[in-house]
């Protein structure tokens, strides 16, 4: 059974880039076809998808976020990573990593983590 489990601060500085890792277990993040997902759901609001990378690297941007977010990988250690900079309050929300079985995020992810909650404050 795939396990992905977020980890990073809780709280992140206005202006700082906030990071925060997804460690999976139970199966490879370089498995083929599967994609390795970022995405938050701030206070009150729905769901927004913020990247992926796929089983080969490739990355998927989020054309909203693009200009902020960096997702990447260590595969010796089965983790992705997130980094987003220039944080702001709007910012704030709860942080999930997942894993999807397709590239667009439409379709769904067949298993995700528990999420982490990241607060923006000075």
């Known amino acids: 059974q795939v396990q992905l489990q977020e980890s990073g601060p809780g709280l992140v500085k206005p202006s700082q880039t906030l990071s925060l890792t997804c460690t999976v277990s139970?199966?490879?993040?370089?498995?083929?076809?599967?994609?390795w997902n970022w995405i938050r759901q701030p206070p009150g609001k729905g769901l927004e998808w913020m990247g992926a990378i796929a089983w080969s690297g490739k990355i998927h941007d989020s054309s909203s976020l693009k200009s902020r977010t960096s997702i990447s990988r260590n595969t010796s250690k089965n983790q992705f990573t997130l980094q987003l900079s220039s944080v702001t309050p709007e910012d704030t929300a709860v942080y999930y990593c997942?894993?999807?079985?397709?590239?667009?995020?439409?379709?769904?992810?067949?298993?995700w983590g528990k999420g982490t909650l990241v607060t923006v404050s000075s």
């Open positions: 139970g199966g490879s993040i370089t498995t083929d076809y599967y994609y």
């Open positions: 997942a894993r999807a079985p397709y590239s667009d995020p439409y379709f769904g992810m067949d298993h």
